[in-house]
T-cell receptor, first 123, second 114 residues
């Protein structure tokens, strides 16, 4: 199957600093990628939809100035947690779906491939 | 809008016993349904999916699930649990309308006792 690579797998940073997480589709082009956040023992909550060449679409309650998303190419999306605080500590996971069509709709049956996740700890 | 409910946040079975993880969904349009498995500190791996056609879907590692429209369910089963099956399992729903991100259930942690 398709491979999505996420880096770094773990990062510890000081409060107030910024952290960048990369998500790459290694063997396919992804016009749309998704960023999720997962709290301990909880499900994945969609944070935003990253669209190549355009602005990301954020879910309600997610601060776009806090979580900066850039999708500069068809194989790379980045999530930057700015001015991180301890409450931002979490597991962040990206995903992409093969057979990308429009960001909404068509292709709902296609499988989503996930990165390995990034464990962010803010101290 | 779509939603997924997974009954039972924790399920414990003995090695060799039947595994049954429950998933019910809500969708106003024909749904596509997925089961993913997550091992600690890792991403998600697809076990199986239902799109159209046969309602009994077979996946990897001996898992299967049956789509029952009348019950709005997509329960995951495995006849005989193995120690390596211990993990977190997520049911998810999608469709050809609306946003393309998957909507996940809250997850079920499967423990397998020796």
């Amino acid at each position: 199957g398709a491979v999505v690579s996420q880096h770094p797998s773990r990062v510890i940073c000081k409060s107030g600093t910024s952290v960048k997480i990369e998500c790459r589709s290694l063997d396919f082009q992804a016009t749309t990628m998704f960023w999720y956040r997962q709290f301990p023992k909880q499900s994945l909550m969609l944070m935003a939809t990253s669209n190549e060449g355009s602005k990301a679409t954020y879910e309600q309650g997610v601060e776009k100035d806090k979580f900066l998303i850039n999708h500069a190419s068809l194989t790379l999306s980045t999530l930057t947690v700015t001015s991180a605080h301890p409450e931002d500590s979490s597991f962040y996971i990206c995903s992409a779906r093969v057979g990308q069509g429009a960001a909404r709709g068509a292709g709902g049956s296609t499988e989503a491939f996930f990165g390995q996740g990034t464990r962010l700890t803010v101290v | 809008a779509q939603s997924v409910t997974q009954l039972g946040s924790h399920v414990s079975v003995s090695e060799g016993a039947l595994v049954l993880l429950r998933c019910n969904y809500s969708s106003s349009v024909p749904p596509y349904l997925f089961w993913y498995v997550q091992y600690p500190n890792q991403g998600l791996q697809l076990l199986l999916k239902y799109t159209t056609g046969a309602t009994l879907v077979k996946g990897i590692n001996g898992f299967e699930a049956e789509f029952k429209k009348s019950e709005t369910s997509f329960h995951l089963t495995k006849p005989s649990a193995h120690m390596s099956d211990a993990a977190e399992y997520f049911c998810a729903v999608s469709s050809d309308t609306g946003r393309r991100a998957l909507t996940f259930g809250s997850g079920t942690r499967l423990q397998v006792q020796p």
